[in-house]
């Protein structure tokens, strides 16, 4: 016989322990601070290889005045572009919400990141703030993370790594000697009137 007013038998405390494996294209769901790391990271590098990609094709074609069949090609691929880029928007915003998620905080809290000074903390506690523990308001927790997304962190942070070490200050300075020549043309310039 049911009856409706006994003790429940369930063990409530194995209840919070469940995981999910998480889906790289998806946008619900939790992701722990390194999957944010490597998906956002990984789908924002794999962007800039298309657009280069792209750009190596459609700026010949716009050198050449854009005529006939390579101009339609150059619209094709400006298209294809534009729409990659909204589609990185779109996939990096949810894996942004997702992460917030797993520290128990609405989605909400991402549009902090159109807010001056509050996107550079929001950043930080995004990459840096440990996820809660089991379940939460949005959902199981994900799973540890694998092999594969160690490896892929790995492999992207020393990849950044070497652009910020290597490329930067290369970059700087051929900055700086630009503008050493820029303050050179301007005082011939004064001295020449």
Do not use: C, H
């Amino acid at each position: 016989m049911n009856q409706p007013y006994q003790a429940p038998g369930a063990d409530v405390a194995v209840a919070g322990n469940e995981t999910y494996q998480p889906k790289f294209i998806s946008l619900s769901g939790r992701i722990g601070r390194m999957r944010y790391f490597v998906y956002a990271t990984g789908l924002t590098m794999l962007f800039y290889l298309v657009v280069g990609v792209v750009a190596a094709i459609l700026v010949p074609a716009f050198a050449s005045g854009g005529e006939g069949a390579m101009g339609m090609v150059a619209i094709v691929l400006s298209t294809v572009a534009l729409a990659a880029f909204v589609g990185m928007l779109i996939m990096t915003w949810g894996y942004m919400v997702r992460r917030l998620n797993d520290i128990n905080l609405s989605g909400w809290m991402s549009l902090l990141m159109l807010v001056p000074l509050a996107n550079l903390i929001l950043g930080l506690v995004l990459i840096f703030k440990k996820g809660s523990q089991g379940g939460n308001d949005y959902g199981a927790a994900p799973v540890a993370n694998s092999g594969g997304v160690k490896a892929a962190f790995a492999v992207l942070l020393l990849l950044l790594v070497g652009y910020f070490g290597v490329l930067m200050p290369i970059t700087l300075q051929q900055y700086a000697q630009y503008v050493q020549q820029a303050e050179q043309s301007q005082m011939q310039f004064e001295n020449f009137q």
